[in-house]
C-alpha cells in the first residue's frame, strides 16, 4: 500500500533543482558560475579588442613621435578606456560618473587599482620570459611562444579574478531568509495561557 508523501517541516530549502519541480530553486552556485562565466567571455573580448587596436595606435603614432612616448600614450589611453569597459560591460559594476560634468565611470582609485593589476600582469610575463633566458641561453621560436603565452593566459586570469573579486566588486545579493512553521509542534503551556487570554 503507497503512502502519501509527508510534507517537509524542517524548514531546509529544496535545492535539488529537479525538472518539473515548480518552486524549486536551483542548485547554488550555478547562476553565479554562469554570470562568471559571462564576465570573462566579455572581459576577453574587451581587453582583447582595446589590445589590438593600441597595437595599431602605436603603430600609427610611432611615426609621429618616439617610440617609448607613443607607447607610453597609447599605454595610458588603453588602460583607461579598458577600465571603462569592464566598469561598464565586463563587470556591470553600475558606478556612477566620478563628477557630474565626468563622463568617466570609475574614480581615480578604480582607475589606479586597475592599472596595478595590468602593471602585474606585465611583470608576470616580462619574469617568465626572463626565467626562460635564464636557462636556455637561444630558446627557440616556439618555445618562447609557448611560454610567452602560457604566462599571458595565466596573468590574464589572474587579472581578471582580482578585478572581479577586488576592484569591481559588489555588496552580495540580499535573499530572502525562508521562515518555517511547524506545524506539528504543540504550543507550550505559556503560549496557550496567551491566546486564552
Request: glycine share 10%; proline share 8%.
Amino acid at each position: 500500500m503507497a503512502h502519501a508523501p509527508q510534507p517537509d517541516t524542517t524548514g531546509a530549502p529544496d535545492t535539488t533543482g529537479a525538472p518539473g519541480i515548480t518552486g524549486a530553486p536551483r542548485a547554488p552556485g550555478a547562476p553565479r558560475a554562469s554570470r562568471a562565466s559571462a564576465s570573462f567571455v566579455r572581459f576577453v573580448v574587451f581587453g582583447g579588442g582595446v589590445g589590438l587596436a593600441s597595437s595599431a595606435a602605436v603603430a600609427l603614432l610611432a611615426g609621429l613621435l618616439p617610440f617609448a612616448l607613443a607607447n607610453a600614450l597609447v599605454t595610458i589611453v588603453s588602460t583607461v578606456l579598458a577600465t571603462e569597459l569592464h566598469a561598464r560591460f565586463t563587470f556591470a559594476a553600475g558606478l556612477r560618473p566620478a563628477t557630474g560634468r565626468c563622463p568617466l565611470r570609475c574614480g581615480l582609485r578604480h582607475h589606479l587599482q586597475s592599472a596595478g593589476t595590468a602593471a602585474a600582469a606585465f611583470s608576470v610575463t616580462t619574469l617568465a620570459m626572463l626565467v626562460l633566458h635564464a636557462i636556455e641561453g637561444t630558446p627557440g621560436l616556439a618555445v618562447e611562444q609557448t611560454v610567452y603565452l602560457s604566462a599571458s593566459g595565466l596573468a590574464g586570469v589572474g587579472r581578471f579574478l582580482a578585478l572581479r573579486l577586488y576592484v569591481f566588486a559588489t555588496a552580495p545579493e540580499q535573499r530572502p531568509v525562508p521562515v518555517s512553521v511547524d506545524l506539528h509542534r504543540s504550543p507550550t503551556r505559556r503560549e496557550s495561557l496567551t491566546t486564552a487570554s
